[in-house]
């Protein structure tokens, strides 16, 4: 009997140490699973722009995960959407934004909350997105820290992490010459994700010139005068530009009394300022305006009969005036744009007809264009 159960003791001994052997090594053949890719979030005031679509682009060649939020076109230095993605774990937060004569990217660490900013003083897509991701690339440098020994790990597991979830995954090295320009200007990367289908670039546009048929009317009995529309405008700030228009006149109305026929001419030469109601690339912007118009207006009669001599005479006033528009971009550099114009006439302008006052012109005045824009950024 001690015979049988020593044997049956050394048999299920024998099983459990095979059982551990074989759990062992199971363990030891489970591949360690890869980092997980760190996450850039890059804040771009509009989804459409060529810059921020090839940063994209250079950011996901690098091996980064991109995730593309939208922002303010002012914010502060480090607004609600910064802190979020730190929040989120996101290795470093990026934002482009345009200024006069290039671009500011301003690079903000997820580990540190250290915020880097430069100037490029360049507005071509290719090469703002080459020095945006090499200053990240630099950034990063600057955070991580030499490899840690065994016994630092576990005194440290949080500044790892943070380190770890830096480096791209050891499966896909980083292609160090994908973020280097090629001999001719062009960059590695693959090209910009295109536009959604119906989306319109526009081009943000610093001048603008445009002509336009108008017509332009009065209430005091001249009838409506055909005009050519010709503007011109200069933007010395995001929301705010200098504006000129003249209205030139493309023919003479009529007006018939018992002295005889009124042949009239009007003319319109403004300044003013004007103000665009939304981004200058837009595929729709509304704009308004106000300033200061010089009016003319000339009158030749034509006797009905020997009692009445024709005459010619010319009239000028001041005329404050507003003026809205609506312009709509079926391509970049140009625009379709319809202009609404209303103003005062100081003094008013009357016509005398036989020591009579016949008509009189500019209290108010109303006009209307419908034409083109051509934008010179």
Known sequence: MRSRRTARAARGGA???GLCLL????????PPEPPPRPKVVLIADRRTDPIMARVYAELATLGFTVVVVRGDADPPSRGPVEASAREDGAA????????????????DHGATGESVQRTVMDD???????RAVELLRASLLEVRSPEPSRGEVGAEPKARTAVDAQRPPPAKPVPVAAARPRADGASRAPPAPPSRPGETRSVPATFGVGAAPALLWSAG???ASPMLDVSGYAMIGSRLGLSAFAQIPLGSVSREG???????????????????LGPSDAAWLPSVGAGLAAAWLHVEGEGRSPEYAGASDDAYALAPYLRAGLSF???????????FLAGIA?????????GRAADTWGRPFLGASLGVEVALP
Not at 23 to 30: F, T
Not at 329 to 339: F, G, N, Q
Not at 346 to 354: E, F, K, L, Q, Y
């Open 15 to 17: 099983w459990a140490i």
């Open 23 to 30: 759990g062992a090594s199971g363990a030891r053949a489970a």
């Open 92 to 107: 470093a937060v990026i934002r482009v934004r345009e200024v006069p004569g290039g671009v500011d990217v301003s690079i």
């Open 124 to 130: 071509d897509p290719p090469t703002v997105a080459i």
């Open 221 to 223: 009995g001249v009838p």
């Open 258 to 276: 018992k002295e005889g026929t009124r042949h009239v001419r009007v003319a319109l030469a403004a300044l003013g300022v004007r103000v665009p």
């Open 329 to 339: 971009a079926p391509v970049p550099y140009l625009r379709i744009s319809e202009h």
């Open 346 to 354: 100081t003094p008013r302008i009357v016509i005398d007809a036989a």
